[in-house]
Structures are given as structure tokens and as C-alpha cells.
């Protein structure tokens, strides 16, 4: 759709304003000009250039005499004086002279140029200045003459988006696509009785293409299209809200059948709470938008979309049959619908031939459609810092690595023996969750930092996507997220603050197995927990009393416990695998998931790499192990040291002992 705009003046018009302000300056100043070029003489300097007969032109004005002299350029005035042979002098000595036929100024014109005209400057100017001002302070809410509508109006365009440029919501697509049929065929519905709904609710989380959805519309149906977002309806001034809403309907319904799209409507529709210190703007905009939509007044021929991501909040009044007949989930895409919206982005990039969009699917599990496109863009953007002209999978599958854990960080440099760690700990991620049946399988491990703060990742990735998760799936997930502490405490026997995040993990799933999956044998099918706002992040409550908490939280640590003493066993069982692959790992710096199966199956031709990546590992652990056998063999020469300086320090005077201790805290 293309916006409707206010018509540009031609340039034409601007030349002629500039042009008319030009004559009027000149005619202004020019009287001023001339003004400053005559010299003022006295009477006697007159009468002598007349006796002398080398005076010009004289011109005889009510209250002055202008003059000018032979061969000089100058212009000369002086006063009137009573003088009844001038004009008999001037005869004689060859000059010619004029004088002004005075004019009657109109009384009318005298008080419009003195008193209306600069009145009506100042007002201008005035009114220019005070639209400057609420332009530059977000707008006209201290207008108290309008109500200043800001929605956005569109005419039908054959540029613009439709169905086909919008995909993974086919289900969406399918409802909205009645719309666009109505607004096309009304007969078709009519002829048996049936009338289109008056409002389409679009609900789902940021980024599935719920305004992309409401363009799509637009583009298809053909019909002018209003576009608002909810926030712009409020105001500081009470009724400046439903001032808005009452301007927005009535260009609707002069524009019929038309569209009007609001975005982000929870901003104007939440419920109504009847408190005492409550939003009296916001509510009385919004008991106009329930007028507007659905009271005495119909609004034929205006169908309402809008969008929000917490539908939970909206007030019922606005969301029963006759104001949003409709809701329209518009929810995270599949594995089909990310393949679709992959192709979709990709039309505007040139791609290699080795690129897969299900693998790039599968990879992107949970992505919403805003993602997907910057996944794309993302993939672009490294292959022109790569230097080739085309889009290859690797740059792909780099580009969501870039979107779920940020760049790689070219100046974290890891020690030995912090690469070691984390090494063992990705590789106890990866081969515990390799062990268990039921676990997504390893798709990459990598232990380069990434700027998200992460300093190495095991990327897991589903044949497909599920969405029906058993009791043992869960727990096996527990497992895997205390993998990596596992593997620390089984080859260094220590623990570090790599496992903050696992450990957030597997606590929150195990939570929610107790609190809100009912997969516990105390608890049963008993909520103890609620969702709100499950589309933006999905916050939690607890419905329960304080000792239920604390039951909930024994179990909790009971469940994660229980699962970590599991991957602890595995590991344990399958040390020899966990060495090979973390020194492999640790030599390679990024496997693939092709390579750690090869390894741990016992592939022969992995073997070399395998056996080299190991003695390398070795040769690290000894160096450093001497170097913490220097640091312990200094450290006990400095404690022998001391404990003969107390010895001889016992014979000597107190002073000398007092200098002593201050050397051995130097020390």
C-alpha cells in the first residue's frame, strides 16, 4: 500500500513568494535609500545656485525643496520658505521645477496599513512559531481547539505487501484471507445472510509478522488503509484520547469500505480496574473506541485489525462478539513454516548452490519470522566481509550462531587451563546427552568465546519439532544442563562459575515440572504455579502457600539433584570417551557433530587425530603441573625461610624481631 501524503507546492510557487518578498523589500526600502543620498543645505545655499543659473531640476514637495546642480550627481534639500518670486527666479535662471499634486489617502486604507496589516503579520508569524514548537514536543496535545489524528493513510498499490510475501502463518492467512474475499465479492456473503466480522484480534509473540499480516491485508483487498499505533491515542489533556478515536472513525466511514489497522492496541484497550487513582484518559478513550466499534452508530463498511502481544490484558468489553468477532493466533512458526519464511528472505540475496534451508530450519528451532530475516541479512553481511559474492550454508549456520550467541570475541584469549575446563565441560554436555535416548541430537560444540558472555556452547538439534515433552525427556534435559559441572568435578574434582547459566536452566525446568506439568507424586495435577504474559517472556506466580514453597523447593533440589549424581555416573562410566573428546576438542577448538559421533563410536580413521590431540593435552597438563610444583617447591622454601628467621629472630631484641616481621610480610 502506499501512504497518502499531503501534495507538494511546485516550485513555481516558491519562486513567486520569494519574488513578491523581494518587490516588497525594494519598495519599503527603497525611500530609506534615497533618503540617505540628499544633503540637507539651508535656504541661502538655494538662492545662491539660482543667482548663479547653475541649478538643475528643482522638485517642490509640501515640506521640502529637492534640487540638484549642474555636472554633480548629488541631490540637495532644504526647507520651505515664504517666497513669492521663486517661481520667477527659477524661470530666469534656466531650471526646470515641478511640484506634487497632493492625493487624499482613503481613511480605510490609512487604519488597515497602520493598525489591521501589522496585526496580521504578528498573528502569522505567531502561529508559525507556536507549530514549530509542537512539532519539535511530539506533536499537538496542547491543542485544545483539535484533536490533531495521526493515523497513517494508505492507498492501494501494486507495490505493496501481499499474502505471498508473508508465509509460516498459513493458518492466519487462511482467516484473513476471508476478509480480503468479503471486501471483494460482499454479495457472495450477503445473498445467504452472513455479514464479516467487525474486528480481527491478531495476538502472538514480537516478531511472527502480525503487522506484516495487517499490510498483507491491505495489499490484497485493494481498499484505503488507516494505520495507528495505540499509543498515539493518548494524550495529556483528558478527551484529547477519544477526540482521536472520534476523527479516526469518521475519515474510516467517509473512506468506506476501508481498513483500520491498530497496532500495539493494549496500549488504550486494558481492563478497566475502577480504581480510585485510575487512568481517567485512558478509559474514556477507550469507552469511545467501544462506542466507535459496536454502539447506536454502526460502522458499516469499516473492519477493524488490530495487534498486541498481551491479549490477557485487554478489557472483555472490547474483546466479546461484535466489536473482535475474531482472534487470530499468530504463534512462532514450525519446521515447515521456518523453511518457508527462509526462502521467502532469501529471494532479495544471492545464494550459493550448497545451501539447505531445512538444515537452516532445524538449526533455528524456535525463531520467529523477524529473526529468520535477520538470520538472513546476518548471513549476507558475512559473506561480503568474506569477500564472495554469494550466500553459502556455512554463512548460514554462522549467521545463527550470531543471533543466539552474539559474535565471536577475537580478544577474549583463554589460558591453557581454562580452555581445558571449559573443554571437558562442553564435552560432558555433549556426551551425556549423546548417552541418553530421547536427547536431540549434537549438531555442533565449540569452545571459542562468543560476545553474549558465553565462552563455549553445545548446539543440540531436533529431526523435528515436538511439542509434547514426556517425563523422561525432561529429566534428561536436567541432566545435560548439570553435564557440564559434572564432567569439572569428574576430571579436576573442583567446580567453577562456567555452570551459572545450566544451573538457571535446570532449575526453572525442574520447577515447572513440580509447579505446572503435575510430575510430581506429592502434588499430582495440582497448579501451584501461573503464567502471565506468556507471549512476552512468560512470567510466573506462585498460587500456593508459604510451607507448600517450601515442600516445592525440597523437590525441586531433590529433582535436579538426582539428575546430576546420574550424568556424574555416565561420565564416570565413559571416562575414557570424555578424554578423548575433550582433548579433541580442545586441539580443534570446534567440532562438528558428525565428528564427536565419529569418536565416540570408535571410528579408525578419527584414531590419529584423536591419539594427537591427546598427547598434546598431556604435554599441556605436565607443563602445567610443573609449573604448579615450582610454584608449591618457592612456596615451601619461603615457609623453611621463615621458620629459621623465627628461630634466630628468638635470640635477638625485640625491636630487630618487630623489623623482621615486617620484611617476612613484605616477603
Known amino acids: ?60 514637495q509640501s515640506n521640502q525643496i529637492l534640487y540638484t546642480v549642474k555636472d554633480d550627481h548629488k541631490k540637495y534639500k532644504t526647507g520651505i520658505m515664504n517666497d513669492p518670486t521663486l517661481a520667477q527666479r527659477l524661470m530666469e535662471s534656466g531650471a526646470t521645477f515641478t511640484q506634487d499634486i497632493k492625493e487624499e489617502t482613503s481613511p480605510l486604507m490609512s487604519f488597515f496599513l497602520a493598525w489591521i496589516l501589522p496585526l496580521l503579520i504578528f498573528f502569522a508569524i505567531g502561529q508559525y512559531m507556536s507549530r514549530k514548537i509542537m512539532d519539535k514536543a511530539g506533536g499537538n496535545s496542547m491543542m485544545f481547539g483539535g484533536s490533531g489524528n495521526q493515523a497513517k493513510i494508505y492507498v492501494p498499490s501494486s507495490e505493496g505487501i501481499h499474502f505471498s510475501d508473508v508465509a509460516g502463518e498459513d493458518e492466519a492467512k487462511e482467516n484473513l484471507s476471508e476478509i480480503v474475499d468479503y471486501l471483494h465479492n460482499p454479495s457472495k456473503y450477503t445473498s445467504i445472510g452472513a455479514s464479516m466480522p467487525k474486528g480481527v484480534l491478531l495476538v502472538g509473540p514480537p516478531g511472527t509478522g502480525k503487522t506484516m499480516l495487517a499490510k498483507a491485508v491491505a495489499g490484497e483487498a485493494g481498499v484505503p488503509f488507516f494505520s495507528i499505533a495505540g499509543s498515539e491515542f493518548v494524550e495529556m489533556f483528558v478527551g484529547m484520547g477519544a477526540s482521536k478515536v472520534r476523527d479516526l472513525f469518521k475519515q474510516a466511514k467517509e473512506k468506506a469500505p476501508c481498513i483500520v489497522f491498530i497496532d500495539e492496541i493494549d496500549a488504550i484497550g486494558q481492563k478497566r480496574t475502577g480504581a480510585a487513582m485510575g487512568n481517567d484518559e485512558r478509559e474514556q478513550t477507550l469507552n469511545q473506541l467501544l462506542t466507535e466499534m459496536d454502539g447506536f452508530e454502526g460502522n458499516t463498511g469499516v473492519i477493524i485489525l488490530a495487534a498486541t502481544n498481551r491479549p490477557e490484558s485487554l478489557d472483555p468489553a472490547l474483546l466479546r462478539p461484535g466489536r473482535f468477532d475474531r482472534r487470530v493466533p499468530v ?216 510451607a507448600t514453597q517450601q515442600m516445592i523447593d525440597k523437590k525441586v533440589v531433590e529433582l535436579v539433584r538426582k539428575q546430576h549424581e546420574k550424568a556424574i555416573k555416565l561420565l564416570e562410566e565413559h571416562r575414557d570417551k570424555l578424554d578423548e573428546l575433550a582433548s579433541f576438542l580442545y586441539e580443534k577448538e570446534t567440532i562438528t557433530g558428525e565428528e564427536f559421533m565419529k569418536i565416540l563410536e570408535g571410528d579408525k580413521e578419527e584414531e590419529p587425530k584423536v591419539e594427537e590431540a591427546e598427547q598434546k593435552l598431556l604435554a599441556d597438563e605436565e607443563k602445567d603441573a610443573k609449573e604448579d610444583a615450582e610454584k608449591a617447591k618457592n612456596l615451601t622454601f619461603l615457609s623453611k625461610s621463615s621458620t629459621s628467621a623465627e628461630q634466630a629472630d628468638a635470640n635477638v631484641p625485640a625491636p630487630k624481631a618487630e623489623k623482621h616481621d615486617n620484611g617476612e610480610n613484605n616477603a
Open 331 to 546: 504463534e512462532l512458526p514450525d519446521l515447515k513454516g521456518r523453511e518457508d519464511i527462509l526462502k521467502v528472505h532469501a529471494k532479495k540475496v544471492r545464494l550459493a548452490d550448497d545451501v539447505n534451508f531445512h538444515t537452516i530450519a532445524r538449526m533455528a528451532a524456535g525463531a520467529s519470522g523477524a529473526e529468520l530475516a535477520n538470520i538472513i541479512n546476518e548471513g549476507a553481511l558475512r559473506a561480503v566481509r568474506s569477500g564472495r559474492d554469494s550466500v553459502t550454508e556455512a554463512d548460514l549456520e554462522e549467521s545463527i550462531e550470531v543471533v543466539i550467541a552474539g559474535y565471536q570475541k577475537k580478544n577474549a584469549i583463554l589460558s591453557d587451563k581454562e580452555k581445558r575446563t571449559v573443554a571437558y565441560h562442553e564435552i560432558g554436555h555433549a556426551l551425556v546427552a549423546a548417552l541418553q535416548s530421547h536427547s536431540a541430537p549434537v549438531q555442533k560444540i565449540t569452545i571459542i568465546p562468543r560476545t553474549s558472555g558465553a565462552l563455549g556452547y553445545t548446539m543440540q538439534v531436533e529431526q523435528q519439532d515436538k511439542y509434547i515433552l514426556s517425563r523422561e525427556e525432561l529429566e534428561n534435559k536436567i541432566a545435560t544442563f548439570t553435564a557440564g559441572r559434572a564432567a569439572e568435578e569428574v576430571k579436576f574434582g573442583l567446580v567453577s562459575t562456567g555452570a551459572s547459566n545450566d544451573i538457571e536452566q535446570a532449575t526453572k525446568l525442574a520447577r515447572a515440572m513440580i509447579t505446572r506439568y503435575g510430575m510430581s507424586d506429592e502434588f499430582d495435577m495440582v497448579a501451584m504455579e501461573t503464567v502471565n504474559n506468556r507471549y512476552l517472556g512468560g512470567d510466573t506466580s506462585l498460587a500456593c502457600s508459604s
Open 1 to 60: 500500500m502506499k501512504e497518502v501524503k499531503s501534495p507538494k507546492k511546485p516550485m513555481a510557487f516558491y519562486y513567486i513568494v520569494v519574488l513578491a518578498l523581494i518587490l516588497l523589500f525594494n519598495e519599503m526600502a527603497r525611500p530609506y535609500m534615497e533618503q540617505a543620498q540628499i544633503v540637507p543645505v539651508d535656504y541661502s545655499t538655494f538662492m545662491q545656485c539660482i543667482d548663479d543659473k547653475t541649478i538643475d531640476h528643482v522638485e517642490i
